[in-house]
C-alpha cells in the first residue's frame, strides 16, 4: 500500500519538472502542460468507470506498466514533430490519471479510519521529502536520461507492488453501481468540496499575481522554503485529523491562511507581513492537502467504492491548471493588493459549509481516543503519586 502510493506520488512529482523543462527545451507554448492535464482530468474519470469491470489489483498492475512504457516514450521527444509532442504528453497524462482513483481508494481501503489521517500524512510527507532532491537533481538531468529513471523507477515500484500484499482489508469492496451523479448529490461531499474548489482556485490565481508582484529573489525562497514547512505540517495534520476530527482541522486550515491573505492586504508593503504568509500559507497548504487528496473522500465513501469519491476529489486540482492558462492574462490586470484582500474575504466565505458539514470521522473514535489519553495520564499520575510515596516512607 505505501510502496504504490509512494512510488506514484513521487513519480508524478518527476513528471511535474518534465512538463515544467519541456517546453522550454523545445521551444514550445505552456499549452501542452494544458494538455497534460486535461489528459489527467479525462483519464481518472475513464478510470474509475473501467475499474468497475476488472479486478483492482489487476488493474493496478496494468496501469503501472502503462506508467512505464509512456516514461520510456520520453526518449524520442527530441526526435519528432510537435503534433506526436502532443501525443506523448496526452498519453503521460492517461499513464497517471487513469488508475490514480484506483491507487487513493486502495490506500483508503487497507487503512482503518481511526488511523487514515496518520497513514495518509506518512505516505505524502515522504513523498515531498523526496520530491525536493529529487527536483533539483533533475533539473540539470537531459530528458532522455530523465526517461529512464522515470522509466526504472516505475519498474521497481511494480516489482516491490507486486511483491508485497497487504494482509487485511479495512474496508471491504462494494460491488454495487455508485454513479457520478449519485456521489456529487451526496450533500456531506458537496460541503466539502464547495471549499476545496474555493482553495484551489483561490491559491492558483493567487500564484499568478505573486509571480508579478514580488521581488524574483523572494519569489524563488516562497517557492522554495513554503513546500518544505507544507510537508511538516501534513505530518502534524494527519495526526490532528485522528485526535480531533477532520472537520475541525479543516476550519483552522482556512481561517489561518484567510489571515495570513488578510494580514499581506493589509501590509503588503512590510516584509515581516509576507514571513507571516510565507509560514501560515505553508502550514495551511500542508494541512489541507493532506485532507483533500487522501483522507476525507475515503470517509466520505464509507462502504461504497471508492474510485468515484477519489476523482471527485482531485479534480479540482488539477481542473484550476486548466483554467488559469487563459485566464492568467486577466488575472494579472487584478491590483494585487486587492486580490489579496479578495482571497481572505472568499476563504473565509469558505468556511460557512463547512460549519454546516458533518464530522467524517465517528464521533466514539473521537470519545475512545480521548479516552485513552486520559488514562495514560491519569496512569502517569498514579505512579508519580507511588513513587513519591516510596521515597518518603
Not at 480531533?244 to 488578510?262: C, D, E, P, Q
Request: glycine share 6%; proline share 4%; hydrophobic share 55%.
Amino acid at each position: 500500500m505505501f510502496i504504490l502510493v509512494f512510488n506514484t506520488f513521487t513519480w508524478f512529482y518527476m513528471l511535474l519538472v518534465v512538463i515544467e523543462k519541456t517546453p522550454s527545451s523545445l521551444n514550445v507554448g505552456p499549452p501542452f502542460r494544458t494538455i497534460f492535464y486535461i489528459a489527467t482530468i479525462g483519464s481518472a474519470i475513464a478510470g474509475s468507470l473501467f475499474s468497475e469491470k476488472v479486478r483492482r489489483l489487476y488493474f493496478l498492475h496494468l496501469w503501472i506498466v502503462l506508467g512505464i512504457a509512456c516514461s520510456f516514450s520520453l526518449i524520442f521527444i527530441y526526435n519528432v514533430a510537435i503534433a506526436y509532442i502532443s501525443i506523448i504528453f496526452i498519453l503521460l497524462g492517461i499513464s497517471f490519471g487513469l488508475g490514480m482513483p484506483s491507487c487513493l481508494a486502495y490506500l483508503a481501503d487497507h487503512t482503518q479510519i481511526e488511523n487514515r489521517g496518520l497513514v495518509s500524512a506518512i505516505v505524502l510527507l515522504a513523498s515531498n521529502l523526496s520530491a525536493f532532491p529529487l527536483a533539483i537533481f533533475f533539473t540539470a538531468v537531459d530528458l532522455t536520461i530523465y526517461s529512464v529513471i522515470l522509466t526504472v523507477w516505475r519498474i521497481f515500484g511494480l516489482l516491490l507492488f507486486a511483491s508485497f500484499k497487504p494482509q487485511k482489508n479495512f474496508s471491504p469492496e462494494i460491488r454495487e453501481h455508485t454513479s457520478f451523479s449519485s456521489v456529487l448529490q451526496n450533500r456531506q461531499l458537496v460541503l466539502y468540496l464547495v471549499p476545496w474548489l474555493m482553495f484551489s482556485f483561490i491559491d492558483r490565481f493567487e500564484k499568478i499575481i505573486f509571480r508579478n508582484f514580488i521581488e524574483l529573489g523572494f519569489y524563488q525562497s516562497v517557492l522554495t522554503f513554503e513546500p518544505v514547512i507544507a510537508s511538516f505540517s501534513i505530518f502534524l495534520g494527519g495526526l490532528l485529523c485522528d485526535r480531533i476530527g477532520r472537520k475541525k482541522v479543516v476550519i483552522y486550515g482556512f481561517v489561518s491562511l484567510g489571515v495570513a491573505y488578510a494580514l499581506i492586504g493589509i501590509a503588503p508593503m512590510t516584509t515581516i507581513s509576507w514571513y507571516f504568509y510565507l509560514a501560515l500559507d505553508g502550514i495551511a497548504a500542508g494541512i489541507l492537502s493532506v485532507i483533500f487528496l487522501l483522507i476525507l473522500w475515503g470517509d466520505l465513501s464509507r462502504l461504497h467504492k471508492k474510485e468515484k469519491y477519489y476523482v471527485v476529489g482531485i479534480i479540482p486540482l488539477f481542473l484550476t491548471e486548466v483554467i488559469s492558462l487563459p485566464l492568467a492574462p486577466y488575472i494579472q490586470l487584478i491590483p494585487a493588493s486587492s486580490s489579496f484582500s479578495l482571497a481572505s474575504f472568499f476563504l473565509f466565505l469558505a468556511v460557512l459549509p463547512l460549519i454546516y458539514a458533518p464530522e467524517t470521522l465517528p464521533e466514539k473514535k473521537i470519545r475512545l481516543r480521548q479516552l485513552r489519553n486520559y488514562a495514560e495520564r491519569a496512569k502517569k499520575v498514579r505512579d508519580k503519586y507511588l513513587k513519591k510515596s516510596s521515597i518518603a516512607g
